[in-house]
């Protein structure tokens, strides 16, 4: 262990101009003495050598994981360096210098300990490129070096000159390329091995990716590289190969702008006509050259409806929000009220929604009292204003059963008739089969919504070609349309033709619509529960409930307590390891949850599995008004306007208020 002494001030401003060897020996005889120093000095050079000759002689063969690198267990003294009340200063200097000396190589300080300790070790996160690179010490050392710049350039492609763009191939001239110089700023150029297949430079770009994900890749073919012989260390030699380009992605400086402690984010109102939420997020995120994820909502709202709703966007000032409205214009997208704020918004923050809704053809149901058929005859007559002003009395009077609308759940009908519904997702994703589940995204919905709405016929040719070439990736990103159609299908389309595996290709959809699939599955079964528990016990509170008491448990209603409650106060759970199923519905949720084969496991990935939560069984409008134009006893049409609580929906209330009979 090193006992610390104070360092003066002046030393520490001269450590910036030292070079890294010399700081790391310096903070070593401070705090060990000039003999111990040089000892422990030498033994990080060791065990930085012993790395670089694995490299060395290693000798990989072309196209082989360099899976495993044999090294001598690092020596206590040197592995573990106590430094008992160092200051954080000295830390960070020693940290930066061990990274500029000794690539390699990192170290990290431990204080969770009685003295606190830095520990040194090797930094394995890019050992398995290796056996796809010509000179992998070289290479390795400079991308490593790159990575851990403490003065970081973040171009992009298009900034390096020379350089092909990501994604586009270059056209070919008779005259060799030149020679591009491998020690660039901007960027890390290692060269592969000869005759590299694609499918292999493809696991390179893999390994760099999972290394860091603020780097961008892209493989430059065609190129000579300077590197030496063998045998012969002076002597330069010519090699024509392709290489890994590794640069900055732009995503690296926003990351940088998060870790300050005041963030410049925008607050605003995003207004959408007839835009699903991912693809209104992806086309303000091109507005605003941001990442989708650097805009935050509350919720998710209706495609088929004009919907207003707060939003922030990260490190935007609102010069940038009112340039990026000029781009939406056509997007039927709108933003405006901008307001700097210090903080963002996260999912369900949400007090409510406000709706106002126009009803239009207006009519109702009338049963023949003659008729004595079962069930007896109806007929559609015109709904007069006291008809539906009683339903509306009624339903702020009673409230509603809060069931979850067919934009959570689906359309109703069996799956020939309208395809797949976003619970079927979610119930392949719970059992891990997401081959079934991308299946199940790419066949798609027959029918939209519930008006009859189908998809267009380039949508339907797309989901044609998928089945038709029994999943041709390529044939099928052809034939998709043109624009931000289908960008969830694209998504997980691009994720295949990357990762080669079905899990991995649905985690590129963004988690937000990840989890909707699941929160899908969940109101299936929250639906059906609750309509089990209305046709067994009514609209009263019986011994086994689940009630939410004032300060916000859940509790099993006891005998002494179903006075105390009323229908209101009933929660139903949400499915999920962390909920308790009401005694007098247990058996039902297991039973649905067998017959599905679907278990929740606190332990499994975030895709296969879900917390739970409870919710209400009957919810009450507030703020309820109607408004009848023109001076009619039979209107045309009627304004309603109410509010909701966070995740009740407003197709439940009409569904509600539409019921005009019993039977119906």
Same mark, same amino acid.
């Given at each position: 262990h090193i006992h610390s002494k104070q360092v003066s001030e002046s030393q520490t401003n001269r450590e910036g101009s030292l070079p890294p060897t010399e700081r790391i020996q310096r903070i070593l005889r401070h705090h060990f003495g000039a003999d111990d120093a040089m000892v422990i000095f030498q033994s990080i050079e060791k065990l930085h050598e012993t790395v670089l000759k694995g490299l060395r002689t290693g000798q990989p063969q072309a196209g082989d994981m360099f899976r495993s690198l044999t090294l001598p267990l690092i020596p206590s003294d040197v592995s573990s360096l106590g430094f008992d009340e160092i200051r954080s200063g000295d830390c960070g200097t020693f940290h930066r210098a061990l990274k500029a000396a000794f690539p390699v190589l990192q170290s990290k300080t431990f204080r969770d300990v009685e003295k606190p300790t830095i520990k040194i070790y090797v930094d394995d996160t890019f050992l398995p490129l290796a056996g796809f690179l010509l000179d992998p010490q070289e290479s390795l050392q400079k991308l490593l070096l790159f990575g851990k710049r403490h003065e970081a350039i973040y171009p992009t492609l298009s900034d390096t000159p020379n350089m092909p763009n990501r994604g586009r191939k270059r056209k070919r001239s008779g005259k060799a390329d030149p020679t591009l110089d491998l020690d660039t700023t901007n960027s890390a150029l290692l060269p592969f091995i000869p005759n590299i297949s694609k499918d292999e430079r493809r696991k390179a770009h893999h390994i760099v990716a999972r290394g860091c994900g603020d780097f961008i890749t892209s493989t430059i073919s065609d190129y000579s590289f300077k590197t030496t012989k063998p045998d012969d260390s002076s002597s330069p030699l010519q090699v024509q190969t392709s290489a890994l380009l590794v640069m900055w992605s732009k995503r690296k400086g926003r990351s940088k702008n998060r870790n300050k402690k005041l963030h410049k984010n925008t607050l605003f109102v995003l207004k959408k006509r007839q835009r699903e939420h991912l693809t209104a997020m992806q086309c303000l995120a091109k507005a605003l050259n941001c990442h989708v994820g650097d805009i935050a909502t509350a919720g998710i709202k209706?495609?088929?409806?004009?919907?207003? @709703?707060?939003?922030?966007? $990260?490190? $935007?000032?609102?010069?940038? +929000?009112?340039?990026?409205?000029?781009?939406? =214009?056509?997007?039927?997208?709108?933003? #405006?009220?901008?307001?700097?704020?210090?903080?963002?918004?996260?999912?369900?923050?949400?007090? #409510?929604?406000?709706? $106002?809704?126009?009803?239009?053809?207006?009519?109702?149901?009338?049963?023949?009292?003659?008729? =004595?058929?079962?069930?007896?005859?109806?007929?559609?007559?015109?709904?007069?204003?006291?008809?539906? @002003? #009683?339903?509306?009395?009624?339903?702020?009077?009673?409230?509603?059963?809060?069931?979850?609308?067919? @934009? $959570?759940?689906?359309?109703? #009908?069996?799956?020939?008739?309208?395809?797949?519904?976003?619970?079927?997702?979610?119930?392949? +994703?719970?059992k891990g089969d997401f081959d079934r589940a991308i299946d199940l995204l790419m066949i798609g919905r027959r029918v939209t919504h519930a008006n009859g709405i189908h998809e267009s016929e380039e949508i339907r040719n797309a989901r044609r070609v998928w089945s038709e070439s029994r999943r041709d990736v390529t044939k099928t990103l052809s034939a998709m349309p043109k624009g931000n159609i289908m960008s969830r299908e694209r998504c997980v389309l691009q994720g295949l033709k990357r990762y080669r595996n079905s899990r991995d290709a649905f985690k590129t959809i963004p988690f937000s619509v990840r989890l909707f699939w699941i929160n899908a599955y969940q109101s299936l079964v929250w639906n059906s529960m609750a309509t089990r528990r209305l046709e067994e016990f009514g609209a009263r509170v019986v011994l086994g409930d689940q009630v939410r008491r004032d300060d916000g448990t859940v509790t099993i209603v006891a005998p002494d307590d179903i006075s105390r409650f009323t229908i209101e106060s009933i929660v139903l759970p949400l499915p999920g390891y962390n909920v308790e199923y009401p005694q007098n519905l247990k058996q039902m949720y297991e039973e649905f949850l067998s017959n599905d084969t679907v278990e929740f496991k606190k332990d499994a990935p975030p895709e296969e599995t879900a917390k739970g939560a409870y919710r209400k069984l009957v919810v009450r409008p507030t703020n309820v008004s109607v408004a009848f134009p023109g001076d009619t006893t039979f209107p045309s049409e009627v304004l309603l306007g109410f509010d909701l609580s966070t995740g009740s929906y407003a197709t439940s209330l009409l569904r509600e208020l539409m019921v005009s009979t019993v039977m119906r």
């Open positions: 209706d495609m088929q409806a004009i919907t207003f @709703q707060f939003c922030t966007a $990260r490190n $935007r000032s609102t010069k940038d +929000m009112e340039a990026a409205n000029q781009k939406l =214009t056509t997007n039927a997208i709108e933003i #405006g009220s901008f307001v700097e704020v210090d903080w963002e918004l996260t999912r369900g923050e949400n007090d #409510g929604n406000r709706f $106002r809704i126009t009803l239009r053809d207006l009519k109702r149901v009338e049963i023949d009292p003659a008729s =004595t058929a079962k069930p007896r005859s109806e007929s559609f007559v015109p709904c007069d204003k006291a008809h539906l @002003q #009683g339903r509306v009395n009624a339903i702020e009077r009673n409230g509603f059963v809060n069931f979850f609308g067919s @934009q $959570r759940v689906g359309v109703p #009908g069996s799956f020939d008739e309208v395809g797949v519904r976003p619970f079927d997702i979610g119930r392949a +994703m719970l």
